[in-house]
Nanobody, 123 residues
């Protein structure tokens, strides 16, 4: 497992941007597929985007395509989520997660999780 710490959340107006970061403790970060999930109050945690260990493959849920960009810097053990044109429905706690396979996008496919960072988008 790997220890993950998210940062970069905050309050932003609709149409604004935020960049989330997730820093990993382990030098084995580059061997993990990484993902972002989010959870709004009263809802289940949902998959947002993921990226292969090498960064050459990404996948997004339809609701964020064209607005969010996932990326990683394996030299810094850091995962990013650039969020543009934010909408009130993007309001949630955002979690990063580490898994073994790029094709796994269920919660159960990820063995390590961060503590989450709050993103609030006002209308």
């Amino acid at each position: 497992q790997v220890h993950l710490v998210e940062s970069g959340g905050g309050l932003v107006q609709a149409g604004g941007s935020l960049r989330l970061s997730c820093t990993a403790s382990a030098s084995t970060f580059s061997s993990y597929a990484m993902a972002w999930f989010r959870q709004a109050p009263g809802t289940e945690r949902e998959f947002v985007a993921n990226i292969a260990w090498h960064g050459g493959a990404t996948y997004y849920v339809d609701s964020v395509k064209g607005r969010f960009t996932i990326s990683r810097d394996n030299t810094k053990n850091t995962l990013y989520l650039q969020m543009n044109n934010l909408k009130p429905e993007d309001t949630a706690v955002y979690y990063c997660a580490a898994g073994r396979s790029f094709t796994g996008r269920r919660i159960a496919d990820f063995g390590s999780w961060g503590q989450g960072t709050q993103v609030t988008v006002s209308s």
